[in-house]
């Protein structure tokens, strides 16, 4: 039998804490000396580091008591705790992530309401913010026969912040979460939808063979300084209509240019540009470059007089 001196001296426990936990039935005493002190026997022993374990772990006295009585399994506790901290973890990495943006903007003082939403932004749900994304999709598309593998693509592209995400990853998130509900931004993606359901159908292929025209030839004019309204940038632009009006089956003429300028003026943006970057911080995909200095290029040379 040990007194409760003994039992502070065994466990590294203090007399106050042990008696706490007597007093609270969690560890009762075996028995009582003739003089009425507390004595322990090697049972009660037991259950007191089972109980300074459990203490150590976070789980609340209640719960230990429940378990020491058999009420409920050890191993369910264990388990419910551990998903309970796993939950803290992830709200702990979200503040810190978040502190560190709002850190970061020191020079550019970030004032309270801009911090609320903030912190609101990033202590969404997967699902919360899988609903932003759908919103502006309903929207934008509402009405519109556009192509359906573009409208799946735009509802599958959803953001998706790791459990402990960055704080580039959280301030991405932030930015596209203003980018689209924006109302100017929305108008311009639906612009862009209604304009793509009145053309037929591209082909991806050609697609990505004229975009990569584009950036290739008015990307290397850009790099040698060639001024898109200048008499150099004839040749180059030549190049890059004829890529086009080959993929359409078009004569390279006005009234083929003019057509190709507004198409190029309607899906060149670069707010959608940014959005779809803001997906790849977010999500964790390769970074693309920047390619809208490149259109922009080619829509410039459309414009210049004499083309």
Known sequence: MHSIGELARITGLSVRTIRFYSDSGAVPPTERSEAGYRRYDDEALARLELVRTLRDLGIGLATIRRVLDREEDVTAVAAAHADAIDAQIRTLHLRRSVLRVIAARASAPTDPKEMDTMNRLARMTESERRRIVEDFVDETFAGVEADPGFVAMMRSATPALPDDPSPEQID?????????????????????????????????????????????????????????????????????????????????????????????????????????????????????????????WTIAALRAPGR
């Open 172 to 296: 991405a998130w932030i930015e596209l979460a203003g980018l689209v509900a924006d109302p100017a931004f929305r108008a311009r993606v639906r612009e862009m939808a209604v304009r793509g359901s009145g053309d037929p159908p591209s082909d991806p292929e050609a697609a990505r063979h004229t975009a990569a025209v584009v950036n290739e030839k008015a990307g290397a004019a850009r790099a040698q300084g060639i001024d898109p309204a200048a008499p150099e940038a004839g040749p180059v632009l030549n190049e890059i209509v004829g890529a086009f009006a080959a993929a359409d089956a078009r004569a390279d003429d006005a009234a083929f240019r003019d057509q190709l300028r507004g198409r190029l003026e309607t899906f060149s943006d670069e707010r959608v540009e940014r959005y779809w970057q803001l997906l790849g911080i977010i999500n964790g995909w390769p970074s693309v470059p920047s390619t809208m200095g490149d259109w922009r």
